[in-house]
């Protein structure tokens, strides 16, 4: 039911003359029907808080309103839940909503633990709902890219909230410029879009005196494909980054292709990896079809982004692309959150693998690696001999310490050496790999032994 139609005023006193009484009465607001006159016995205040009104008084007992600026007021009352376009339809805490009227916030909420907001009295009208975050900007990376790139080209949609996530650049169309402004920030060659950082759907509201519930959405900029969850800090890792084989570090800088055993097609891929320690970045040489691969290397984290609609299917030996380095590191590559391979139809791979060279001292001591490992079928030990070996024993033992496998060589010279072990000859389980180098002084004929025991594992 409507409620009876409420007028305030907003006065610091009023002085009121009725039948002879004078006086002054120190109010903040009052309370009128509408366009009646005003009689002795019918003037009550209240002290409640609304739009000013002008009061005209008259002679005697009359007290004339005057309804040149008035406004009419209705229980009108709006709730509901703001929540993140995601599969787990987060909701958005701390969120400020608001109910705007031409293009000015009339009123708003700021959302609790669970999303929800309340605004209350205010005018009948129409409205827009709208709404505003601090929350950081996260979740987008490459497969956002070729979201975006695939709508524009017509193999995929996107509408709703989703669409206006992609506008990054704000000019009310969605294409490949799109594309490159996400992908180069998700690389962090920008550090924001010009249209802000967060998007929220405008449902429209009519109030006429009843209590609506409306819910509505939010993305942040460029995640089109609504894979962020605000309310966790950690996002998904689904790749991979072993070494596999051995370079020896040069003065002006080693290119160590980047490669991978996975065997779908791929159309977009998003690196995010803490750079090992004593590693630089100096460039990047990509193997890729023309896409908009773009990379940075900062704070010691690398990222690069590269996307493409009609994608690729790797192959071992033909490197993704390459990496021009300066110096050498025993330690391991770290990806990162976002860190994904995405196939044609714009969704991550569970998980895939990067492979790549660890890059060693070219004056450096005596080094054995064994790469990959855990192995498949394949698997090779990697040496860096910075002497000529006379004698080089790579001997292989299961975990009850037998031998299973051995090999020897002769006068091995100095630099890179590769041994390939028949591992998909072998079961699958835990091995022991020993290898043994004798070698000779430069300065005496005394023998110099250098041992490694490496374990490998074999899974299939």
């Known amino acids: ?132 975050s601090t929350k950081p900007w996260g979740g987008v990376n490459a497969t956002d890219a070729l979201r975006v790139r695939q709508f524009f080209t017509g193999t995929a949609p996107l509408a709703g909230i989703r669409l206006k996530a992609g506008d990054v650049n704000n000019t009310n169309s969605v294409n490949s410029n799109d594309a490159l402004l996400i992908t180069r920030r998700f690389s962090n060659l920008v550090t924001s879009f010009n249209v802000g950082d967060w998007a929220f759907e405008s449902p429209t509201l009519t109030a006429n005196g009843q209590t609506q519930t409306l819910d509505f959405k939010g993305l942040v900029y460029g995640d089109v494909n609504g894979s962020y969850v605000p309310s966790t800090l950690r996002q998904p890792v689904r790749l991979k980054i072993d070494y596999h084989a051995v370079a020896t570090e040069k003065e ?46 900062m704070g010691g984290e690398f990222r690069l982004g590269w996307s493409d609609v009609q994608g690729i299917i790797p192959t071992n030996d033909q490197p993704l692309f390459e990496l021009l380095v300066r110096g050498s590191s025993t330690e391991p590559w770290n990806p990162r959150d976002l860190s994904e391979l995405a196939g044609p139809d714009g969704e991550a791979y569970p998980m895939a693998d990067l492979r790549i060279p660890q890059v060693i001292r070219s004056k450096g001591a005596w080094f054995a690696g064994l790469y990959p490992n855990p192995a498949g079928d394949v698997s090779a030990v990697d040496l860096h001999l910075p002497s000529p070996a006379e004698h080089l024993t790579v001997a292989v033992y299961d975990s009850r310490g037998r031998l299973v496998w051995s090999q020897e060589q002769l006068q091995v010279p100095q630099g890179l050496a590769r041994v390939d072990l028949p591992v998909a000859l072998w079961a699958e389980g835990r091995y022991l790999v020993r290898v043994a180098i004798l070698t000779e002084s430069e300065t005496s004929s005394t023998n110099l032994d250098f041992v490694r025991q490496l374990p490998l594992i074999i899974r299939r």
Not at 32 to 59: E, I
Not at 261 to 278: K, L, M, N, Q
């Open 252 to 297: 002006t800088g080693t290119w160590i292709p980047v490669t991978t055993t996975f065997d779908r097609v791929v159309s977009a891929i998003s690196v995010v990896a803490g750079v090992p320690a004593g590693i630089e970045i100096l460039d990047v040489r990509s193997n890729l079809p023309a896409g908009d691969l773009s990379w940075s290397s």
């Open 1 to 132: 039911m409507r409620s009876q139609q409420r007028f305030t005023l907003f006065l610091p006193f009023l002085l009121l003359v009725w039948g002879g009484l004078n006086g002054r009465l120190l109010a903040q607001s009052g309370t009128a029907s509408a366009g009646k006159d005003w009689n002795q016995s019918g003037v009550q205040w209240s002290f409640t808080l609304g739009q000013p009104f002008h009061l005209d008084l008259g002679s005697s007992n009359s007290a004339r309103l005057n309804q040149g600026i008035q406004q009419t007021y209705q229980d009108n009352k709006v709730i509901g839940v703001l929540r993140y376009d995601n599969t787990a339809q987060s909701p958005l805490t701390n969120c400020q909503v608001r109910l705007n009227s031409n293009q000015t916030v009339v009123a708003s909420s700021l959302t609790n633990a669970s999303g929800a907001y309340e605004i209350s009295q205010f005018p009948d009208g129409v409205y827009t709902m709208g709404a505003f």
